[in-house]
């Protein structure tokens, strides 16, 4: 079940994943996928624009996603996840090595909430049926 309730299943019975595979048969390389990986993406996904076209059209993407968190306002995709602001207060922590109490200030964090339907995608299930994401 995932965190709504909604039974998932496998889309497909299989033979277990071998060490050092990805569910989809991609070898894990251990690679963080970058920037520079996802402009690429973008200008082969859209042969009309030019190379400058889909850096800017990706960079406008990610600038209004950040604009939007900057006003504390939460960005939503649709199959992908939301992004929210959270305000934490100040507390006070202890050092875990010798126990010293110290002040942990009031700050903000960005927290991410993966959507169903992404997280049934990367465990390799059926997307939930009806799911708002």
């Not at 996904?45 to 006003?71: G, K």
């Not at 939301?82 to 942990?104: L, M, Q, S, T």
């Amino acid at each position: 079940m995932d965190i709504a309730g909604n039974k998932l299943r496998p889309t497909a019975k299989s033979a277990p994943t071998p060490v050092g595979e990805t569910p989809l048969g991609k070898v894990a390389t251990g690679r963080t996928t970058t920037r520079v990986e996802l402009l690429d993406a973008v200008y082969k996904a859209c042969p009309s624009l030019s190379r400058a076209q889909a850096r800017e059209l990706f960079e406008m993407t990610l600038e209004e996603i950040v604009t939007a968190l900057l006003r504390d306002d939460p960005v939503k995709l649709r199959a992908f996840g939301a992004f929210n602001i959270r305000a934490k207060r100040e507390r006070v922590g202890r050092n875990p090595r010798n126990g010293v109490a110290a002040k942990i200030d009031a700050r903000k964090v960005l927290t991410f909430k993966a959507s169903p339907t992404l997280i049934a995608r990367v465990n390799g299930w059926a997307a939930p049926v009806g799911e708002d994401d």
